[in-house]
């Protein structure tokens, strides 16, 4: 019998493209006076889109204005980008960092990879096991949700939490006493069992509530994008609630039209504006396997206005009212997703088993329900930042704050924040004179 030999390839030639046309760069902050432009150009691929606004995002840019073109094989987009203050990105480690990342020296994916605290680890990598959650959300199911692993013994290093329309979705680092990933498949067993039993509450179908590890490597919010997305959130059909994101108010106004000569659907989107807002609705429609050719991307006051030029990806445009519809509901889910107003808390505190399970104990008790939660651990010292409701959906009291801020302030130090509706506009603070929703004021103060 004959052998077949097969002809070889070479397992770096579809990297031959990116070596003949290496990706540019460059970060300018001559061009105009209140922001800096970001521009990259390279070969088109999928998802390529969605990375560089990852990266942008994980960097805390606020992006202002943009223009994407991708059409005849070539990737070409301009950011306007400020910093959380509204300035210029003047640091020399930051814009290096653009330039490694973006540039040839270093791919979009990878740059994603080595940007610490926005992924999702592995299954018992490194010093952390990563734990998904996803059920319905009701007062106190994050307290109890701590408490469990508290008794467990397992501490909570990291975590995201976001809820939408009556649904919850968590991303948790956690390791053991010893800062070690839990490996003993028994203890993970147990503590799932745990978390799913939680999660059901006094349901009986097995589709309300999910626990799961985490199996390879992604980032964090996009995770939980994908997870709420699966989870049909944006269905809400029917389903009423006070939260104010739901107001018509603040309702994105989103329509969709077909170009019949250019062969592409049209959404446009305007809603009042915020950090992270273009990354959202990118990451929504690159999930929803839509691919971007051209957007512009531009704010004007409290609102801005998106608008992205998609096909599917196997090259059909939006022709049904179904499909239509769906990708508006998806859009506006993914918008509303992210906003929180009213009241947020920053803590800073000393890290240990039982930190999380403590404080939101303390909030549980005090009447408020946890609309989005962010925790993450330094060193030491743990760093949580928690948007509060009362167990109604409306907003908080400041009796009730306060009468907050005594009872856990001896130990752990507090931050009242009043969110406004513009999430770019500075918050009223109470407590200290300024601080970063990203910790940086308050890890200081914590430290003196």
Same mark, same amino acid.
């Given at each position: ?135 319905? *959300? =009701?007062?106190? @199911?994050?307290?109890? +949700?701590?408490?469990? #692993?508290?008794?467990? /013994?397992?501490? $909570?290093?990291? %975590? ?112 009042? *504006? =915020?950090?992270? @807002?273009?990354?959202? +609705?990118?990451?929504? #429609?690159?999930?929803? /396997?839509?691919? $971007?050719?051209? %957007? ?153």
């Amino acid at each position: 019998m004959a052998k077949v030999c097969w002809p070889y390839f070479d397992p770096e030639y579809e990297n031959f493209s990116n070596r003949i046309n290496p990706p540019r760069v460059s970060v300018d902050n001559d061009s105009c006076h209140d922001c800096t432009l970001i521009k990259f150009d390279s070969i088109n691929k999928p998802g390529i889109l969605l990375e560089v606004v990852q990266i942008l995002t994980d960097l805390d840019f606020i992006i202002t204005k943009a223009y994407i073109s991708s059409d005849g094989g070539w990737f070409m987009d301009v950011f306007h980008v400020t910093d959380q203050q509204g300035k210029k990105i003047t640091d020399s480690k930051t814009i290096d960092f653009i330039e490694k990342v973006l540039g040839p020296k270093g791919q979009s994916t990878e740059g994603v990879k080595s940007w610490q605290g926005k992924r999702v680890g592995v299954h018992s990598i490194g010093d952390h096991t990563a734990i998904e959650l996803i059920g319905r *959300d =009701r007062p106190g @199911l994050l307290s109890e +949700i701590s408490a469990a #692993l508290a008794s467990l /013994q397992f501490n $909570v290093i990291a %975590a995201e939490v976001w809820t939408h329309n009556r649904r919850i979705a968590c991303v948790l680092y956690v390791n053991d006493a010893t800062n070690q990933a839990m490996d003993d498949s028994k203890r993970l067993s147990i503590m799932e069992e745990q978390l799913n039993h939680i999660l059901r509450g006094c349901e009986d179908d097995e589709k309300v509530a999910r626990t799961s590890f985490s199996m390879g490597l992604t980032h964090m919010d996009r995770r939980l994008h994908q997870m709420l997305f699966a989870d049909r959130d944006y269905e809400s059909a029917g389903v009423t609630t006070t939260d104010v994101d739901c107001a018509p108010s603040f309702r994105p106004k989103i329509r969709i039209e077909r170009i019949v000569e250019k062969g592409y659907s049209v959404v446009s989107v305007r809603c009042k *504006d =915020r950090a992270k @807002l273009m990354f959202d +609705i990118v990451c929504t #429609l690159t999930d929803m /396997q839509y691919v $971007v050719f051209h %957007a512009t991307i531009s704010s004007e006051g409290l609102y801005a206005s998106q608008e992205y030029f998609i096909r599917h990806m196997d090259g059909c445009t939006l022709d049904t009212e179904g499909e239509k519809e769906r990708v508006i509901k998806c859009i506006e889910a993914a918008i509303q997703r992210r906003v929180s107003e009213g009241v947020s808390l920053e803590l800073c505190a000393k890290d240990r088993v039982g930190l999380l399970s403590e404080v939101t104990r303390i909030l549980r008790e005090n009447g408020l329900t946890v609309s989005r939660a962010g925790v993450s651990t330094i060193g030491e010292k743990g760093l949580n930042v928690f948007y509060v409701r009362d167990a109604s959906g409306n907003p908080v009291d400041m009796k009730i704050i306060e009468a907050l801020r005594k009872e856990i302030g001896q130990t752990v130090m507090v931050n009242v924040k009043r969110v406004p509706a513009n999430a770019k506009a500075p918050a009223e603070t109470r407590g200290w004179a300024k601080t970063s929703f990203f910790f940086g004021n308050l890890f200081e103060r914590f430290l003196t």
